[in-house]
Nanobody, 123 residues
């Protein structure tokens, strides 16, 4: 399976961006999906995880109420809608896929990763 993240860019604080993750090679419905981010000098951290049916979703506390993860299994695409962006949201954002059951919160749970897309939020 291959993952291609896109949609990053430069945005002012308070603005919005929508990231997409296109999955190819296998059906998206096989995977639990996650969005992670990594800021310079920091460890990669979970932003959101969504299970196969979208019935179970987990968000990092830092993004709750501002970010929304969704998936369209028919279109093999996962989305991350980011609103009210803050400078501390600046990072490279990665999408990842896991064959495990249920939402997954650790990087070790994900076997497949996209290349990352840079989000820069200016103050």
């Amino acid at each position: 399976v291959q993952l291609q993240a896109s949609g990053g860019g430069l945005v002012q604080a308070g603005g919005s961006l929508r990231l997409s993750c296109a999955v190819s090679g296998r059906s998206l419905s096989r995977y639990v999906m996650g969005w992670f981010r990594q800021a310079p000098g920091k460890e990669r951290e979970l932003v959101a995880s969504i299970n196969r049916s979208s019935a179970s979703i987990n968000y990092a506390d830092s993004v709750k109420g501002r970010f929304t993860v969704s998936r369209d299994n028919a279109k093999n695409t996962v989305f991350l809608q980011m609103s009210n962006l803050k400078p501390e949201d600046t990072a490279v954002y990665f999408c990842a896929a896991s064959l495990n059951l249920g939402v997954q919160v650790t990087t070790d749970s994900y076997a497949y990763w996209g290349q990352g897309t840079l989000v820069t939020v200016s103050s």
